[in-house]
């Protein structure tokens, strides 16, 4: 199993769209959360950490359970620009490293 | 704000022959630094992470003399692919915590390496 497991998508949507990724993880020693955004055959770029009590920024809502080792990533209002790939990443306090996820791609169509 | 600059961006190298790759932390101290591959339609895997002045420690199933990891100041990792093989061919990046007990992680922009 997957230390971090996404569905790969394509997700598919039109702009104004609301779209929901999900994320879950193995290793319940995991004490930090974050989304980071990949565009193709470039370097991740941090989207937001996510907190146990969910946070938002601008558009995009982020949400945790610990207790169901679930984390999940809301997009409204959809853009063009969005169409990424969108890595559920997790860290914990020995490794320090981050553990990513596969990615869920996003195409927003105009 | 803080940077790390990889380099090359791009690199072509023939079957049997070694490349490094550099990684740098522009404007802070970088006392761990993390290498990860990425294959297409894949995920970021971590290879190695690198501790300034001590050997590296590498993930399970990585071979640490074909990926020599030095670490030697504070501000430069690199990754050597030794006698790299076309199944190397993959997108290596580096990432930098700054500090001891830095909570943000800065990426390089990657390496795209394709061995022929």
């Known amino acids: 199993r997957k230390e971090v497991e996404q569905d790969p998508g394509p997700f598919n949507v039109p702009e104004g769209a609301t779209v929901a990724f999900n994320c879950t993880y193995s290793?319940?020693?995991?004490?930090?959360f974050f989304w980071y955004r990949q565009d193709c055959r470039k370097e991740p770029k941090l989207l937001m950490s996510v907190y146990s009590s969910g946070n938002e920024d601008g558009r995009f809502t982020a949400q945790l359970n610990r207790a169901s080792q679930y984390i999940s990533l809301l997009i409204r209002d959809s853009k063009l620009s969005d169409s990424a790939t969108y890595l559920c990443?997790?860290?914990?306090?020995?490794?320090?490293?981050?553990?990513f996820g596969s990615g869920t791609r996003l195409q927003v169509q105009p | 704000g803080a940077v790390v600059s990889q380099h090359p961006s791009r690199v072509i190298c023939k079957s049997g022959t070694s490349v490094k790759i550099e990684c740098r932390s522009l404007?802070?101290?970088?006392?761990?630094m993390f290498w990860y591959r990425q294959f297409p339609k894949q995920s970021l895997m971590l290879m190695a992470t690198?501790?300034?002045?001590?050997?590296?420690?590498?993930e399970q199933g990585v071979e640490k003399d074909k990926f020599l990891i030095n670490h030697a100041s504070l501000t430069l990792s690199t990754l050597t692919v030794t006698s790299a093989h076309p199944e190397d061919s993959s997108f290596y990046i580096c990432?930098?915590?700054?500090?001891?007990?830095?909570?943000?992680?800065?990426f390089g922009e990657g390496s795209w390496l394709t061995v022929v």
């Open positions: 404007d802070f101290q970088a006392t761990t």
């Open positions: 690198s501790n300034e002045g001590s050997k590296a420690t590498y």
């Open positions: 990443v997790v860290s914990d306090t020995g490794r320090r490293a981050l553990t």
């Open positions: 990432s930098a915590r700054e500090g001891l007990l830095g909570n943000t992680i800065y």
């Open positions: 290793n319940s020693a995991s004490q930090s």
